[in-house]
């Protein structure tokens, strides 16, 4: 995997982790109060959604390039 695709990979699977921890911070509280302030945490499908959508860039970068291709060449001749 050449620089900029591993560069990209690893800031995928940071926001993937971000996502992560979000989604566990949603399943266990989704909003709560502290003194007279209360607190909502956006939705967990969307965070799901989201996680989803990085995993599944992550699994292109990783098989892009994996593929072997064969080149032929065609001389023609009389």
Not at 2 to 24: F, G
């Amino acid at each position: 995997m050449n620089h900029v695709k591993q560069k990209k990979k690893q800031e995928l699977e940071r926001r993937l982790a971000e996502y992560y921890e979000a989604e566990t911070k949603i399943l266990l509280g989704q909003s709560y109060t502290i003194g007279s302030r209360q607190l909502t945490r956006t939705s967990l499908s969307a965070v799901q959604d989201m996680i989803k959508q990085l995993e599944a860039q992550i699994e292109a970068l990783e098989a892009s390039g994996t593929t072997k291709r064969r080149m032929k060449r065609v001389v023609p001749m009389d």
